[in-house]
């Protein structure tokens, strides 16, 4: 979705060269720390801003050349939600129907019962807490059916039932409606938790890009150090599992990590011992995804 993309301000690229892809029904963080160019990146992706170099593609279309095509699959809250607060939820969301083609009662009710506001939406927003104005804006992006839904720090000033609350309902959106989700945030253990996937970066540029959690069916993944005699001839075994992802190999004392779910270690080992491959010791990996994106950025500061 994101190829090459680049943004140069006063001579100097704020995004440099970045790219990556999201799928549908899951749900990727993008971090980085404090200018990093997150918000740079997010506002490229939905138009707000020109790029200098490279494209962003949404279901084929492509931002500049196409935008009106493009950004009919994008739903997205850019910093925070605004609503017309002596109007209701509900009439709130009719307002934004009105501006837009094909969404009719029954989808605003879907969206509606989808984010939990089914017993708040004929209340006016101004008696909504932060949270359900969040949760009524996510509705208002989702309601004409978007491929790929754009949120730039949803939590942000929740409290914690409010982001455990949030996180569950991004979770069940991206299952129930097959929607692709990039969240961008600066709360590391939440985007563990909520997040099948993460891409990192730092001072515009691809840091790495990883797969945390679970993977997009759901299934918890699990990351593994297994030392072995040849590293080469263990890549070659690895290869014919197409869900087992290798983040790293060391060479220099036969170590190699791999992403995978639980029930695929017995298979892997046993296919190892058949190509002949001596198995020294097999390590899960604990660390967190704070100490992990620490390593990554050099412990620069998240924000």
């Given at each position: 979705m994101v190829n090459g993309v680049t943004k140069t301000i006063g001579g100097k690229n704020i995004v440099d060269r970045l790219s990556f892809?999201?799928?549908?029904?899951?749900?990727v963080g993008l971090l980085g720390p404090n200018g990093a160019g997150k918000t740079t990146t997010i506002r490229m992706i939905v138009g707000l801003i020109g790029i200098s170099g490279g494209s962003v593609h949404v279901q084929g279309h492509n931002v500049q050349e196409q935008y009106v095509e493009a950004i009919r699959h994008v739903g997205g809250i850019i910093e925070n939600p605004e609503f017309y607060p002596y109007m209701s939820?509900?009439?709130?969301?009719?307002?934004?129907?009105?501006m837009s083609e094909g969404v009719t009662i029954t989808r605003i009710m879907e969206v509606v019962k989808l984010v939990g506001l089914q017993d708040a939406i004929h209340r006016k927003v101004r008696g909504y807490s932060l949270g359900?104005?969040?949760?009524?804006g996510i509705a208002q992006a989702l309601l004409h059916n978007p491929s790929i839904l754009i949120l730039d720090e949803p939590t942000n000033g929740l409290d914690p039932a409010g982001i455990r609350e949030m996180r569950d309902?991004?979770?069940?959106?991206?299952?129930d409606e097959g929607i692709a989700i990039l969240v961008s945030s600066h709360l590391l253990s939440e985007m563990e938790l909520m997040c099948s996937r993460v891409?990192?970066?730092?001072?515009?540029?691809?840091v790495t890009e990883r797969s945390i959690g679970s993977s997009i069916t759901g299934e918890e993944l699990t990351t593994?150090?297994?030392?072995?005699?040849?590293?080469?001839?263990?890549?070659?075994?690895?290869?014919?599992?197409?869900?087992?992802?290798?983040?790293n190999h060391r060479h220099t004392d036969g170590s190699i990590v791999l992403q995978l779910?639980?029930?695929?270690i017995p298979e892997l080992i046993e296919s190892l011992c058949e190509s002949k491959v001596k198995v020294y010791r097999v390590e899960e990996n604990k660390s967190s995804l704070e100490e992990e994106f620490l390593k990554?950025?050099?412990g620069n500061r998240i924000a």
């Open positions: 892809e999201i799928r549908r029904g899951e749900i939820g509900y009439d709130n969301l009719r307002q934004y129907q009105r359900m104005r969040q949760r009524l309902y991004l979770k069940q959106i991206a299952r891409v990192v970066i730092q001072e515009g540029k691809l593994l150090t297994i030392r072995v005699h040849d590293t080469e001839l263990a890549e070659r075994a690895i290869s014919k599992f197409e869900d087992v992802q290798l983040l779910t639980e029930e695929r990554w950025t050099g």
